[in-house]
C-alpha cells in the first residue's frame, strides 16, 4: 500500500477541480489501484501524526489529545484494504470538510471520504454503501460544557430531570444530531459550525452541545475547550458507512475488497479495539444513561 498526498481547492460551479502541490510519497506501480480520498486538512494531521513512515496496518497508538472520528474511521478504511485482496494506492485529497468532499465524489473527483456516512444520506443510485461501521446504537457521544459550568455538578438523575431547562446548540444542518437532542429537550438553538457552537456557548448563549469521545473527554476547537459531563450520553439509532463512487474508476472493485476487509476486521475484533483503544466508544461509559429514545 502507498500514500500519495494531494491539495485540492475546489471550486464547484460547473464542476471545476484544480489539484496543487501533488507530492508522491512512494513510487507506485503500475498494477495498483488508485484510492482517491477526500479529508479535511485536521483530519489529515492527525492520521499523518499516527501513520508517520509506517503503513497504516501498524497504527495501534492513537495518542493524540484531538482524535476526531474521522481520523479513527480513515485507519479503519486503510486497515479494511489492507486486509483485502487489492493491491491499491491511497491517495489522501485536502477537498474540505466532510460535506465538500461528498459533493466532489459525486463529481467524479473522488472515490470515497475519509469519514462514514449515515446510511439514510446516502444516494444509493450514485455510490455504493458498505457493511456499516457503526451498526444501529453503536455510535454514542457525550454532553459537553464549558469549564465550570453548574451542569458539571449536578448528580446524574437531577441532571436527566433538569436538561430541558438548559438551552442545547447544535449544527444547523446535523439532521441525525437534531433527532437525536430533541428526544430529550425541545429547548434547543441553532450555529453554522461547530466552531461557532464552542463560541456561542463560551458567550454564554447557551449550555451543552452533543460532542464525540476521545481518550481524554475534552472537545476543543479554537482554543476553546468544552468538558464531558460524565454519567450521561446519547446513543444513534442509524448506521454509518462507507460509501464508493459508482463513477470513479475500479469503483466495484474497490466496493468489494473494502467490504472484505471489513469484514475480516469485524471477525477479529480489530474494528471495536480500534474505538476503544481510541476513546470513541469509552469502556468507562458503558453504563452511562442514556438520554435519547433508542429503537430496536
Known sequence: MFFKITKMFAVIIGIFVLLLNCV????????????????????????QSWVKDQSCADINDFGTEYSPRAAIELVILCKAL????????????ISGNYSRSLILASSEHLHTTAETTWR???????????????????????????????MLTLPVNQLIEKIDQYIGITVNNWDQDWSVINQFTENVIKAPSQSSVHKMLYAKRGDFCLGEFNQYKTFELSGLKLINIPGVKVLFNESRHFVISKSMPNSAEI????????????????????????????????FWQVLNKTKG
Open 24 to 47: 508522491t510519497v512512494a513510487q507506485a506501480s503500475d498494477d495498483r489501484v488508485d484510492v482517491n480520498v477526500g479529508i479535511s486538512k485536521e483530519v489529515n494531521d492527525v492520521f
Open 82 to 93: 489492507e486486509h483485502s485482496d487489492l493491491k491499491f494506492n491511497l491517495n489522501l485529497i
Open 120 to 150: 439514510s444520506d446516502t444516494d444509493t443510485k450514485r455510490f455504493y454503501i458498505t457493511e456499516p461501521i457503526f451498526v444501529s446504537n453503536q455510535l454514542e457521544k457525550g454532553i459537553f460544557t464549558t469549564p465550570n459550568h453548574p
Open 255 to 286: 466496493y468489494t475488497a473494502l467490504n472484505q476487509g471489513i469484514k475480516s476486521l469485524r471477525e477479529k475484533g480489530l474494528i471495536k479495539q480500534m474505538f476503544t483503544q481510541s476513546g470513541i466508544t469509552p469502556a468507562d461509559t458503558v
